[in-house]
């Protein structure tokens, strides 16, 4: 049974424009969620996290919303840039053995130019 | 900067062959994990290790061991390889919260 869904398997959006990836977690012990960008043949590298007693974290053109009554989580790509396109993965983790994380599978976002 | 290596970026191998998969992180972090990334499915932890010598079973431990000898370097052991094992495999290392990954191996088992 996933525990974090990302419904989505691609998104795309005209250059300049707003994306919004969404999420949702069922596991209400989640306490820390985060955003992963990964390039083909590339590692995953961390974008943006949030923690539950928040509802809001912004840096740069990224800005991550939480809703916790809903176990919802997006991520909002504000002006959106060609070099934006990728995979996005979101994560959610809880107080334990080593923080783990359990990933969404992941939303390709393709930025038009 | 938090430095994850892992040994090869592509490896080829055959059915029944034992696979070593190496990752040396620089951090001094504690926690060091191995996923498999599949189309579709995510990252899967596979195992993850929160100490030297210490390891603990992630979703999908079937068909692979790990070693941790020393806190750096986290080792995926595939003990008799299959071509269901052929997949892109991430390492990553962690002190709390955020996780750094390395570039990833890209392991095809024919």
């Known amino acids: 049974d996933q525990q974090v869904k990302q419904n989505s398997p691609s998104l795309s959006v005209q250059e300049g424009r707003i994306s919004i990836l969404n999420c949702d977690y069922t596991?209400?012990?989640?306490?820390?969620f985060l955003w992963y960008k990964k390039y083909p043949a590339e590692g995953p590298t961390f974008l943006i996290s949030i923690s539950s007693i928040k509802d809001k974290n912004e840096d740069g053109r990224f800005t991550v919303f939480l809703n916790k009554s809903a176990k919802h989580l997006s991520l909002h790509i504000v002006p959106s840039q060609p070099g934006d396109s990728a995979v996005y993965f979101c994560a959610a983790s809880k107080a334990g053995s080593a923080r783990q994380l359990t990933f969404g599978s992941g939303t390709q976002l393709t930025v038009l130019p | 900067d938090v430095k994850v290596t892992q040994s090869s970026r592509y490896l080829v191998k055959r059915t029944g062959e034992k696979v070593f998969l190496e990752c040396v992180q620089d951090m001094d972090h504690e926690n060091m994990f191995w996923y498999r990334q599949d189309p579709g499915l995510g990252l899967r932890l596979i195992y993850f290790s929160y100490d030297v010598k210490m390891k603990e079973k992630g979703d999908i431990p079937e068909g692979y061991s790990v070693s941790r000898e020393k806190k750096e370097r986290f080792s995926l052991i595939l003990e008799s390889a299959s071509t269901n094992q052929t997949s892109m495999y991430l390492c990553a290392s962690s002190f709390e919260g955020e996780q750094f990954f390395g570039p990833g191996t890209r392991l095809t088992v024919l």
């Open positions: 596991n209400s012990m989640f306490d820390y």
